[in-house]
T-cell receptor, first 114, second 115 residues
Framework: AQTVTQSQPEMSVQEAETVTLSCTYD???????LFWYKQPPSRQMILVIRQEAYKQQNATENRFSVNFQKAAKSFSLKISDSQLGDTAMYFC???????????FGPGTSLSVIP | DTGVSQDPRHKITKRGQNVTFRCDPI?????LYWYRQTLGQGPEFLTYFQNEAQLEKSRLLSDRFSAERPKGSFSTLEIQRTEQGDSAMYLC?????????????FGSGTRLTVV
């Protein structure tokens, strides 16, 4: 079974600084997809970034980038130049390629401090 | 298209009552998912549909829960004889491809409070 672990329940960062959120996962699949989702307070969940496990190159989306370590089953999210609007719950998630169900981690609550 | 819509946004019900939630996915998305999220936790998978076929149900989905997606369009999630432990946010999501990997589009959720 797939599991996703996020060891940092809460984090904070100063505005304009960089922060890294950690995620580890466990899957028996050889190929899969990894995601980071953002859920702002009282707002819907949105996809931030995705990574295909068979691609070695780390994904980037503007200020968001990942550090994907397949052997270590680690998938961290780096947010550069943090903005107040980045304050949200961040969920790491994993999906098997042969089975379209996403498993989510418990989340990290990020606060950006002005 | 306005994205994934869920109705109602909030529902307060007395223990023992039945409730039904509706989800309208993005029209061209053939997969639809239901998740449950309790405060401070990540979403937990409940069930999903490919078109009108319900392909998987989580063991979290007791026999008091039933979901349908008639004609492969909108979906409903019904909870019978609600219990206080059913209080949660119920999230609906949809995705466009059968092979996966492109992530979901989520609705705003239905927050259920059982009193």
């Amino acid at each position: 079974a797939q599991t996703v672990t996020q060891s940092q329940p809460e984090m904070s960062v100063q505005e304009a600084e960089t922060v890294t959120l950690s995620c580890t996962y466990d899957t028996s699949e050889s190929n899969y997809y990894l995601f980071w989702y953002k859920q702002p307070p009282s707002r819907q969940m949105i996809l931030v970034i995705r990574q295909e496990a068979y691609k070695q190159q780390n994904a980037t989306e503007n200020r968001f980038s990942v550090n994907f370590q397949k052997a270590a089953k680690s998938f961290s999210l780096k947010i550069s130049d943090s903005q107040l609007g980045d304050t949200a719950m961040y969920f790491c998630a994993c999906e098997k390629t042969s089975y379209d169900k996403v498993i989510f981690g418990p989340g990290t609550s990020l606060s950006v401090i002005p | 298209d306005t994205g994934v819509s869920q109705d109602p946004r909030h529902k307060i019900t007395k223990r023992g009552q039945n409730v039904t939630f509706r989800c309208d996915p993005i029209s061209e998305h053939n997969r639809l998912y239901w998740y449950r999220q309790t405060l401070g936790q990540g979403p937990e998978f409940l069930t999903y549909f490919q078109n009108e076929a319900q392909l998987e149900k989580s063991r979290l989905l007791s026999d008091r829960f039933s979901a349908e997606r008639p004609k492969g369009s909108f979906s409903t999630l019904e909870i019978q004889r609600t219990e206080q432990g059913d209080s949660a946010m119920y999230l609906c999501a949809s995705s466009p491809l059968t092979t996966g990997g492109f992530g979901y589009t989520f609705g705003s959720g239905t927050r259920l409070t059982v009193v």
